[in-house]
């Protein structure tokens, strides 16, 4: 079997989130019950006429000065002619000849080191609504909800080489969608989509196989099950003395296979034309600069001012700065525990962990309750030890943690006469270590310091335990 | 008192509510009656909602009773609508089985401009389907008559709103003009027609045929009618992107300035051959009449004419096979039921639209298609922008352009039904100014030796209606005093 390198690229789609749909004042928002978010214009009732959504180019903008393309100084919308029941007006209003933008590239982590991926286009169009398929095969609904809201199209150049690389690639894009605020980035819900073009060459050689088209991604994780499943595809193909036909496939995220699309769907004239009912849309420099003087901040410079701001190490930084959700997290947990690399432990041991299972989003702790526990450990008012109990209760009920210590009894022993008590206790009860500690083990020291704690269920202030246990021992020492 | 209304402007109907004199609903029911009475002649009506009508008319009454009417000189002047715009409530027809049981549920545009003006809606009228054809006869609701003479054709495809104003079913009425469908008809019917520049009326709640080419425009008894019914529904409308954020003159003040201060062009390609004896005579002796009163007269010439009929059939039918798509029996209208939503699609267009709306669909979707773009469409935006050009180096050497509005006057029903190319030459004087964005106005200027009428039109530069109207209104004088 030869070795094959694949060819890679990405088309992504990204809905913007926009208060309002691209073209009318329907809210733009996900998961309403069905059709309840429209009107005449998106449901493409005869005589309506689109008005663009200001804000929707705003944000395709900040993308494009993110990725350090060139946004053009007049682009054109165009229709995208097709039949479908969920395409009310019987053609999407995209752009084609005059894309919004050009140009610009993402940059991946390879294990080879840092890798541009080169992107082609970016451009503006509308969403379609969504059919929703009867289960008895008998009718088929449409829910126009969709239909309408603002999408960004991203077309990257054919640089990448590995299913790996295609999913940093895009796990690379949500980052930067959710850092510039403009998407939620999530594929299950469908804000963020993923076709791929791929083909594969024998290693080494220059021209490009055949390409096909894989459709239907709907996760990070299927996006590389789907790129590695048509390598293997097209590898078998190869290997056999075949030659691969061009075609768009289908991904079936539950049965980990790809079927090719029905030639009948695939064999579309989209007739693509200059939108009539649109002006051109002219953009000038002025805007393109206060878009750049207001843009949010990216990735890389919060690595930067964690590490200057906050005094994190370079690690630290980074993963906390991996998505903007848990950066925010971060800053917003910190400035209630005022201490930044306590915080940085805590999200980066406990919370990582949760997050594993779920998404930050929802978790139910906030970050002002993990400040708030952070505190009570710096205060002495819990043990580190406790705290993670308390913690667990947090991740389960999303209660304060004062409200849960005070609820348990959870709360640090720091009556000095009372440890003072337990320590009299614990020595007069084992007179032979203590005299071996008189005598010079002072390894034993942390032996009598883990009785008093096991006497006190582990509530006694360790600090103060210390304190008061050296006290007794010297005065023993003494007499 | 029995009135007598359907000879009266609109502003004269006007001016008899705001002296007291009769109300609206007088007014109301008299052109309503008018309406019934004629309309199993002409039909020049789809429909006509008479309670909706006399309710609009008893609250403008009570209104005014109460003082808190606004002044309007159209207040409680009937109006009627082209089917292919939106009112709230009714059919919206566009004359096609395709819509059949589909009600309106928004206001367009000019609607809400009318009824801010205090007019009353009486009507929907008919048209080709979907504003396609010259001649009215491209109708699910049968073919509009020319009230001067019923075995003629109104034109089209505004022939319903032409013939109710021409009828005295209502004293104004709207149509849409996409390559001449607003000047054609009030030329073959005798009225005056107005096609704006592009932009200056919304086109928000008008059914869309051509987009980057449709333009609503009022039909009217004579000019000062026009000035004012301009006036009162031009203007920018945040619900469409292409009208245009100018101010709206006042046309009525300054009509009385007429041609003072304007030249005439005249364009020697709309001269040549083909026009009918009678059109052309009729055109002479008003140039004949300008000169003599010293009025500045420059030959012009506009070489792309020879263009025009075919880059506007292309880019008009290219658009039009795109803005029809969402007819396909999901939403609204007609299904026509069958085992496979291909089926279904094809089942319900078949069926739904008539033969030239489907010939107009199949030439759009030919020009607008892979491997014929660059040959058809593409070539034809570049010629438009020529077109526009022509227009811009005539426009420097005169202030307005006359010719006849077309070749001939009313032909009869099937004299050109059969021959479709021979139906699109009615256009060949209007579609220029669509092409080029560019108002112009038909108005009457004689008739044929059997009675029939003969328009004039002007066409004028960008966003100068002003002087359309002025130049108009000066000829009708001039013709007037004979």
Same mark, same amino acid.
């Given at each position: 079997m030869?070795?094959?390198?694949?060819?890679?690229?990405?088309?992504?789609?990204a809905q913007l989130?926009?208060?309002?749909?691209?073209f009318?004042?329907?809210?733009?928002?996900?998961?309403?019950s069905p059709?309840?978010?429209?009107?005449?214009?998106?449901l493409?009732?005869?005589?309506?006429?689109?008005v663009?959504?200001?804000?929707?180019?705003?944000?395709?903008?900040?993308?494009?000065?993110?990725t350090?393309g060139?946004?053009?100084?007049r682009?054109?919308?165009a229709?995208?002619?097709?039949f479908?029941?969920d395409?009310?007006?019987?053609?999407?209003?995209?752009?084609?000849e005059?894309?919004?933008?050009?140009g610009?590239?993402i940059?991946?982590d390879?294990?080879?080191g840092?890798?541009d991926?080169?992107?082609?286009?970016?451009?503006?169009?509308?969403?379609?609504?969504?059919?929703?398929?009867?289960?008895n095969?008998?009718?088929?609904l449409?829910?126009f909800?969709?239909?309408?809201?603002?999408?960004?199209e991203?077309v990257?150049?054919?640089?990448?080489?590995?299913?790996?690389e295609g999913?940093?690639?895009?796990?690379?894009?949500?980052q930067?969608?959710e850092?510039?605020?403009?998407?939620?980035?999530?594929?299950?819900?469908?804000?963020?989509?993923?076709?791929?073009?791929?083909?594969?060459?024998?290693?080494?050689a220059e021209?490009?196989g055949?390409?096909?088209?894989?459709k239907?991604m709907?996760?990070?994780?299927?996006?590389?099950?789907?790129?590695n499943?048509?390598?293997?595809?097209q590898?078998r193909?190869?290997?056999?003395?075949?030659?691969i036909?061009?075609?768009?496939l289908l991904w079936?995220e539950?049965?980990n296979?790809s079927m090719?699309?029905r030639?009948?769907?695939?064999?579309?004239?989209?007739?693509?034309?200059?939108?009539?009912?649109?002006?051109?849309?002219?953009i000038?420099a002025d805007?393109?600069?206060?878009?750049?003087?207001?843009?949010?901040?990216l990735?890389l410079?919060r690595?930067?001012r964690f590490?200057?701001?906050y005094?994190?190490?370079a690690?630290?930084?980074?993963v906390?700065?991996?998505?903007?959700?848990?950066?925010?997290y971060?800053?917003?947990?910190?400035a209630?525990s005022?201490?930044?690399?306590?915080?940085?432990?805590?999200?980066m041991?406990?919370?990582?962990?949760e997050?594993?299972?779920?998404?930050?989003?929802?978790?139910?702790?906030?970050?002002?309750?993990?400040?708030?526990?952070?505190?009570?450990?710096?205060s002495?008012?819990?043990?580190?030890k406790?705290?993670?109990?308390?913690?667990?209760e947090m991740v389960?009920?999303?209660?304060?943690?004062?409200a849960?210590?005070?609820g348990?009894?959870?709360?640090q022993?720091?009556?000095?006469?009372?440890?003072a008590?337990?320590?009299?206790?614990?020595?007069?009860?084992d007179p032979?270590n203590?005299?071996?500690y008189l005598s010079?083990?002072?390894g034993?020291?942390?032996?009598?310091?883990?009785?008093?704690?096991?006497?006190t269920?582990?509530k006694a202030n360790?600090?103060?335990v210390n304190?008061?246990?050296k006290a007794?021992?010297?005065r023993l020492g003494?007499? | 008192?029995?009135?007598?209304?359907?000879?009266l402007?609109?502003?004269?109907?006007?001016?008899?509510i705001?002296a007291?004199?009769c109300?609206?609903?007088?007014v109301?029911?008299?052109?309503?009656n008018?309406i019934?009475s004629?309309?199993?002649?002409?039909?020049?009506?789809?429909?006509?909602d008479?309670?909706a009508?006399?309710?609009r008319?008893e609250?403008?009454d009570?209104l005014?009773?109460?003082?808190?009417?606004?002044l309007?000189?159209l207040y409680?002047?009937?109006?009627?609508f082209?089917?292919?715009?939106?009112?709230?409530?009714?059919?919206?027809?566009?004359?096609?089985?395709i819509?059949?049981g589909?009600?309106?549920?928004?206001?367009?545009?000019?609607t809400?401009?009318?009824?801010?003006?205090g007019?009353?809606?009486?009507?929907?009228?008919?048209?080709?389907?979907?504003?396609?054809?010259?001649?009215?006869?491209n109708?699910?609701?049968?073919p509009?008559?020319n009230p001067?003479?019923p075995s003629?054709?109104?034109?089209?495809?505004?022939?319903?709103?032409?013939a109710a104003?021409?009828?005295?079913m209502?004293p104004l009425?709207f149509g849409s003009?996409?390559?001449?469908s607003?000047?054609?008809p @009030?030329?073959?019917?005798? =009225?005056? /027609? %107005? #096609?704006?520049?592009?932009?200056?009326?919304?086109r928000?709640?008008?059914?869309a045929f051509?987009?980057?080419?449709?333009?609503?425009g009022?039909?009217?008894?004579?000019?000062?009618d026009?000035?004012?019914?301009?006036?009162?529904?031009?203007g920018?409308d945040?619900?469409?992107?292409?009208?245009?954020n100018?101010?709206?003159?006042?046309?009525?003040?300054s009509?009385?300035?007429?041609?003072k201060?304007l030249r005439?062009?005249i364009?020697?390609?709309?001269?040549?051959?083909?026009?009918e004896?009678?059109?052309?005579? @009729?055109i002479?002796?008003? =140039?004949? /009449? %300008? #000169?003599?009163?010293r009025?500045?007269?420059?030959?012009i010439?506009l070489?792309?004419?020879?263009?025009?009929?075919?880059?506007?059939?292309i880019v008009?039918?290219?658009?039009?096979?795109?803005n029809?798509a969402?007819?396909d029996?999901?939403?609204?209208?007609l299904?026509?039921?069958?085992?496979s939503?291909i089926?279904m699609?094809c089942?319900t267009?078949t069926?739904?639209?008539?033969?030239?709306?489907?010939r107009?669909i199949?030439?759009?979707t030919?020009?607008?298609?892979?491997?014929y773009?660059?040959?058809?469409?593409?070539r034809a935006l570049?010629?438009?922008? %020529?077109?526009?050009?022509?227009?811009?180096?005539?426009?420097?050497?005169?202030?307005l352009?006359i010719?006849?509005?077309?070749?001939?006057?009313?032909?009869?029903?099937?004299?050109r039904?059969?021959?479709?190319?021979k139906?699109?030459?009615?256009?060949v004087?209007?579609v220029?100014?669509?092409?080029?964005?560019?108002p112009?106005?038909?108005?009457?200027?004689g008739?044929?030796?059997s009675?029939?009428?003969?328009?004039?039109?002007?066409?004028?530069?960008?966003?100068?209606?002003?002087?359309?109207?002025?130049?108009?209104?000066?000829i009708e004088?001039?013709?007037?005093?004979?």
């Amino acid at each position: 079997m030869a070795e094959y390198e694949p060819v890679i690229a990405l088309e992504m789609h990204a809905q913007l989130k926009t208060a309002s749909k691209m073209f009318c004042a329907c809210s733009a928002s996900y998961g309403g019950s069905p059709n309840s978010q429209v009107c005449p214009i998106c449901l493409g009732m005869p005589g309506t006429l689109p008005v663009l959504n200001k804000r929707a180019v705003e944000f395709a903008i900040r993308l494009v000065l993110a990725t350090g393309g060139t946004v053009h100084p007049r682009s054109i919308f165009a229709r995208k002619n097709y039949f479908y029941p969920d395409l009310p007006k019987g053609y999407q209003i995209s752009q084609y000849e005059f894309p919004l933008a050009t140009g610009g590239r993402i940059s991946i982590d390879t294990e080879a080191g840092p890798k541009d991926i080169g992107l082609i286009r970016i451009h503006l169009e509308e969403d379609a609504g969504k059919s929703i398929h009867q289960e008895n095969g008998e009718s088929t609904l449409v829910d126009f909800n969709r239909c309408g809201v603002p999408l960004i199209e991203i077309v990257s150049k054919p640089d990448l080489r590995s299913p790996a690389e295609g999913h940093l690639f895009l796990l690379k894009l949500k980052q930067l969608v959710e850092y510039l605020d403009i998407c939620t980035g999530n594929m299950e819900e469908g804000s963020l989509r993923c076709d791929a073009n791929i083909s594969i060459r024998p290693k080494g050689a220059e021209k490009f196989g055949t390409r096909c088209e894989l459709k239907n991604m709907n996760s990070f994780r299927g996006v590389e099950r789907a790129l590695n499943y048509e390598i293997e595809r097209q590898a078998r193909i190869l290997d056999s003395g075949g030659t691969i036909v061009q075609q768009t496939l289908l991904w079936d995220e539950k049965a980990n296979v790809s079927m090719p699309m029905r030639s009948k769907e695939e064999s579309h004239d989209y007739r693509y034309f200059p939108e009539p009912d649109l002006l051109y849309l002219d953009i000038g420099a002025d805007w393109i600069e206060q878009i750049k003087s207001s843009m949010p901040e990216l990735p890389l410079q919060r690595r930067l001012r964690f590490v200057e701001q906050y005094g994190l190490p370079a690690y630290d930084a980074d993963v906390l700065t991996s998505s903007r959700s848990l950066a925010d997290y971060f800053e917003a947990a910190a400035a209630v525990s005022a201490d930044p690399k306590l915080t940085s432990n805590w999200i980066m041991t406990e919370l990582m962990r949760e997050i594993k299972e779920t998404e930050i989003s929802k978790i139910k702790i906030t970050p002002e309750n993990l400040g708030e526990l952070l505190l009570m450990i710096k205060s002495g008012e819990i043990s580190g030890k406790i705290a993670k109990d308390v913690f667990a209760e947090m991740v389960v009920s999303g209660k304060q943690p004062k409200a849960i210590v005070a609820g348990s009894g959870l709360t640090q022993i720091s009556d000095e006469s009372y440890i003072a008590q337990i320590i009299d206790r614990v020595i007069s009860a084992d007179p032979d270590n203590v005299k071996k500690y008189l005598s010079g083990k002072e390894g034993l020291f942390g032996f009598f310091v883990g009785q008093v704690m096991k006497e006190t269920g582990g509530k006694a202030n360790p600090t103060l335990v210390n304190k008061l246990l050296k006290a007794a021992f010297g005065r023993l020492g003494k007499k | 008192m029995e009135l007598s209304l359907e000879k009266l402007k609109a502003r004269e109907i006007g001016a008899l509510i705001a002296a007291g004199d009769c109300t609206c609903a007088e007014v109301a029911e008299f052109f309503l009656n008018r309406i019934e009475s004629l309309n199993p002649k002409i039909n020049a009506f789809i429909s006509f909602d008479r309670s909706a009508a006399m309710t609009r008319a008893e609250r403008l009454d009570s209104l005014r009773k109460s003082g808190k009417s606004k002044l309007s000189p159209l207040y409680g002047v009937p109006v009627a609508f082209k089917d292919n715009m939106q009112l709230k409530g009714q059919p919206t027809t566009c004359a096609s089985k395709i819509l059949t049981g589909h009600i309106a549920v928004y206001d367009a545009g000019i609607t809400i401009k009318c009824l801010d003006a205090g007019m009353i809606i009486v009507g929907k009228t008919n048209l080709d389907e979907f504003a396609m054809g010259s001649s009215n006869e491209n109708s699910a609701y049968g073919p509009v008559r020319n009230p001067i003479d019923p075995s003629r054709v109104p034109g089209g495809s505004s022939g319903g709103s032409a013939a109710a104003v021409a009828a005295g079913m209502t004293p104004l009425a709207f149509g849409s003009d996409t390559g001449g469908s607003v000047r054609l008809p @009030a030329a073959f019917c005798g =009225i005056v /027609g %107005l #096609r704006p520049s592009y932009g200056r009326i919304s086109r928000y709640g008008l059914v869309a045929f051509a987009s980057s080419l449709d333009q609503i425009g009022p039909f009217a008894l004579d000019t000062k009618d026009m000035a004012l019914v301009l006036k009162a529904t031009a203007g920018y409308d945040r619900f469409d992107s292409t009208s245009v954020n100018q101010p709206v003159p006042d046309y009525y003040v300054s009509l009385e300035q007429g041609l003072k201060n304007l030249r005439i062009g005249i364009p020697r390609e709309y001269f040549g051959e083909g026009i009918e004896k009678a059109v052309m005579e @009729a055109i002479d002796d008003v =140039i004949r /009449g %300008l #000169r003599s009163e010293r009025i500045e007269l420059v030959d012009i010439s506009l070489p792309t004419t020879k263009y025009c009929i075919a880059i506007y059939y292309i880019v008009a039918n290219a658009e039009a096979s795109s803005n029809l798509a969402r007819y396909d029996g999901v939403k609204y209208g007609l299904r026509i039921d069958a085992d496979s939503l291909i089926d279904m699609f094809c089942a319900t267009r078949t069926s739904g639209f008539g033969s030239e709306v489907k010939r107009r669909i199949m030439l759009g979707t030919y020009v607008l298609s892979a491997g014929y773009y660059d040959a058809y469409y593409r070539r034809a935006l570049k010629v438009r922008s %020529l077109i526009r050009a022509d227009f811009e180096e005539a426009f420097k050497k005169c202030d307005l352009i006359i010719s006849p509005t077309s070749p001939s006057t009313a032909f009869a029903f099937g004299e050109r039904t059969d021959d479709p190319l021979k139906m699109y030459l009615s256009d060949v004087f209007t579609v220029a100014a669509p092409l080029a964005g560019l108002p112009a106005i038909s108005f009457p200027c004689g008739t044929d030796p059997s009675g029939l009428p003969i328009g004039l039109q002007l066409m004028g530069r960008y966003f100068d209606e002003e002087s359309l109207l002025r130049g108009a209104y000066h000829i009708e004088r001039m013709l007037a005093r004979g």
